[in-house]
């Protein structure tokens, strides 16, 4: 089973009132940094004595004891754990109450929610559908840091043997897996982030290397410990070898300055001739808690990090941002949400570290030697400085030449220059400037649009030189939707323009999508391309002329092609609800939750494409995304779902429609398994070229999506790079509904991008 993302959830009941926090390594720490433990030796457990799903008392309590053990195998840890006796009843809904966030009874309860809904009534109805379990320290003080209770809930309703889309069912070796790694809570682990890349890619033969304190659970592997859970444990509970038999690094995460410590960047430590499995990982600042009881914490401790338990070897040391998604129960990290990395991921590069490439270039690594019982110290990173769009200055603009002219680009680390000019229809003195330069060879309209971008722009046209700048139009939300910029304006041939594009007030920027076009139209001169052209009276100030004379709105809406969020479709009114740059006409996907547009780690590779052979075409897909319904309540089988495929103008290039029903002899139809549905076409050509889609639960709402298409005719050429990619899991209703993804593989440098080869014949966006 490959990354099924279930709720794996870390609930600290009493202690959460004492104002603790979460740090990488450990759950709980106090605010001298030091880490709660359990004193108890063997640690004590009290199962329930009821049932779990199907399994009676004492298989469920036989499984316990496994789950446990798991941990007390460590060799570098000292661990061990006793069964201390059976609550004094059976609990359920009626009186859980007396056992869970309950102190000073002695008593550390592992309880059997055989049904599901001790979880419903903890976390709300519905959540016994995506939570199997949750655990973690019960009872202790932080001064001194000490666990004395400890509990679990074990959501029986996953392995009851029935299997409906409200009661789901998952196999009992990747149930084991999840209380592998609630019992690691319950010792007082928290996340962790190794085995990032493997969790998500996709294939199920790397997943070795995900650590069982992933935040998600990636099927059953998680039932066993990788060297960092290994470390973690033993970093609580140490036994002797541990310090003698392996060695330390540990250092520092700095800002630019080199002075400033930084909280919240993830620290990987990676021995060279293995660094899949032979990883370590923490936090920068993952012991600073000064809000917390026992401190204040020494200030050194805000940037520090620790990676102890390494065999010995040559390592690279690396740091990345904490994923975004990893937030509140799913927590990684000292930080909630965590901390966005002020500049890019980078190594640790020996005496070439810095602020700057050069000499620092974040994309090099300088190994370290590490020894048995040695610590590697002063292992500082200095986190690099971030690098500016090209464009960020108005003495350095893009320059356009030949139009329709498109352009996407991160502005996140655009600056604001102390000369850059006041704009009229913004606040004043935007922030996050990028700029454009276009000279029109006649007179006539420029259209500017930034539609789908993903932050309030301000656009506004000068002519003149930087320094000395003479605004001639400005727009904030011509759009009419989403604080994006929609703005027309009459040119003068030969004359130079400058663009500026802003984010609306205090810093921040994003992802810009720029379009501007140009058109003679309505110069009162027949140009190329027309065969009239009565000037503005009779053809507008928009730039959009008549069909008689310049053929720019294929579907004589009245708007023009260029900026038509439905090119192909008329839709005079231009509605976009969802604000995507797809309008209501033609999208089929609305999308109204970002985990619908921000896909992990996505792959869309086309071949054959424009290669002059006959059903020569492939297509693969893989990503996950989150449905805006936030529940795995989709079914293909009986609603269908749907694939298409954009080019960089919008138009729609493949589009393919599954059909719903249930898979028999060669198909086309669907054959659910438990959390998976599959369709299969065995036929020649298979439906549009397409021979298999998956579509797998990963819980709260995530699935993971497959499609495999070859021997197909696409009408697709690599002039239509960069490409859009939505899917649908039903038909209309669904994708109104938000059971759909929709992702944009933008142009570089931005990821995702896409890329050309093998003669134009090759896609790949990623």
């Known amino acids: 089973m490959k990354g099924r993302r279930l709720g794996l959830l870390v609930v600290v009941l009493g202690l959460a009132r004492a104002g603790v926090a979460l740090g990488a390594g450990a759950l709980i720490v106090n605010g001298a940094g030091t880490p709660m433990v359990w004193t108890a030796d063997p640690i004590p457990f009290n199962p329930d004595r009821g049932g779990l ?55 550390s309860p592992i309880i059997f929610d055989t049904d599901g809904t001790i979880t419903d009534d903890v976390f709300g109805a519905g ?51 999840v209380f592998v790694h609630e019992f690691g809570h319950y010792v007082n682990l928290d996340h962790s982030q190794v085995g990032l890349t493997e969790a998500f890619d996709a294939d ?16 059953a592997v998680g039932a066993t410990l990788t060297l960092d859970d290994r470390v973690a444990v033993s970093t609580l509970y140490p036994s002797a070898a541990f310090a003698t038999d392996f060695g330390t690094i540990a250092g520092r995460v700095l800002r630019s300055d080199g002075t400033t410590p930084f ?47 390494l065999p010995p070897g040559q390592y690279t040391v690396e740091i990345e941002e904490i994923d975004g998604s990893f937030t509140a129960g799913s927590n990684v990290g000292p930080l909630d949400p965590p901390a966005k990395l002020p500049g890019p991921p980078e190594f640790w590069n020996g005496a070439d570290e810095a602020s700057t490439d050069p000499p620092d270039d974040p994309s090099l690594a300088t190994p370290l030697a590490v020894a048995a019982g040695t610590t590697q110290t002063g292992v500082d990173v200095v986190l690099n400085l971030p690098t500016p769009p090209a464009n960020d200055d108005c003495a350095a603009p893009v320059v356009i030449g ?67 700048l003479a605004e001639v139009a400005c727009d904030d939300d011509g759009a009419g939707t989403s604080h994006l910029s929609l703005l027309s304006f009459a040119t003068a041939g030969g004359t130079p323009y400058l663009v500026e594009v802003t984010d609306y007030g205090s810093p921040g920027g994003g992802t810009l999508r720029f379009a501007l076009d140009f058109t003679t139209c309505g110069n009162g001169v027949v ?40 090119p192909t479709t008329a839709d005079p009114a231009q509605a976009d609800v969802d604000g995507d740059g797809i309008g209501d006409a033609c999208d089929l996907c609305r999308t109204t939750d970002p985990g619908q547009t921000h896909w992990v780690r996505p792959k869309l590779q086309l071949s054959g494409v424009a290669d002059g052979k006959v059903a020569n075409d492939s297509l693969r897909l893989g990503a996950e995304f989150r449905l805006a319904t936030g529940a795995f309540s989709i079914d293909p089988r009986a609603n269908g779902a749907a694939l298409e495929v954009r080019s960089a103008a919008g138009l729609p290039k493949i589009a393919i429609t599954l059909p719903a029903g249930a898979f028999a002899g060669s198909g086309p139809g669907w054959i659910r ?53 939505t899917v649908v899991l039903g038909g209309a209703a669904a994708g109104a509904a938000g059971e759909c993804g929709e992702m944009r593989f933008e142009s570089p440098p931005l990821a995702p991008a896409c890329s050309v080869g093998r003669g134009g014949t090759r896609i790949t966006c990623r």
């Open 127 to 177: 959540a016994s559908q995506s939570i199997l379990g949750f655990a973690g320290p019960d009872c202790g003080t932080l001064v001194p840091p000490v666990v004395t209770e400890g509990v679990a809930v074990l959501n029986g309703k996953w392995i009851d043997g029935v299997q409906t889309a409200g009661n789901p069912e998952i196999p009992r070796a990747v149930f084991d897996a």
């Open 402 to 468: 030949a139009t329709p002219f498109a352009d996407v680009r991160s502005t996140g680390f655009a600056t604001t220059a102390a000369g850059d000019p006041d704009t009229v229809c913004g606040t004043g003195h935007d922030s996050n400037s990028v700029w454009y330069a276009f000279t029109p060879p006649a007179g006539g309209f420029v259209t500017i649009d930034t539609r789908g971008s993903t932050y309030d722009t301000v656009v506004t046209v000068f002519q003149g030189g930087c320094g000395a």
């Open 53 to 107: 799903g199907t399994l009676n008392n004492a298989a469920a309590v036989a499984d316990v004891t496994a789950d446990f053990a798991v941990w007390a195998a460590v060799p570098t840890a000292t661990l061990h754990f006793a069964n201390a006796g059976p609550l004094p009843v059976d609990v359920g809904r009626n009186n859980y109450h007396q056992y869970l966030d309950v102190c000073g009874d002695g008593l």
């Open 204 to 219: 199920p033969s790397n997943d070795d290397a995900v650590a069982t304190m992933f935040p998600f659970l990636i099927g």
């Open 527 to 566: 140009d190329a391309g027309e065969t009239c052209d009565h000037g503005t009276a009779g053809n507008g100030v928009d730039g959009c002329c008549s069909a008689a004379c310049h053929l720019v709105d294929a579907d004589g809406d009245g708007v023009c092609d260029v900026f038509d969020d439905c």
């Open 263 to 309: 909280q919240g960047a993830y620290v990987i430590a990676r021995r060279t001739d293995d660094p899949r499995l032979t990883a370590v990982g923490t936090a920068s600042g993952a012991r600073f808690f000064p809000a917390a009881a026992g401190g204040p914490p020494a200030p050194a401790l805000e940037g520090e990090y620790e990676l102890p338990g």
């Open 673 to 725: 398994n438990v959390g998976r549905y599959s369709f299969f076409d065995r036929r020649p050509g298979g439906t549009g070229g397409v021979s298999k889609m998956s579509v797998t639960d990963r819980g709260g709402g995530r699935l993971a999506v497959s499609v495999t298409a070859k021997g197909a005719d696409f009408a697709l050429a690599a002039g239509d790079a960069p490409l859009g990619v």
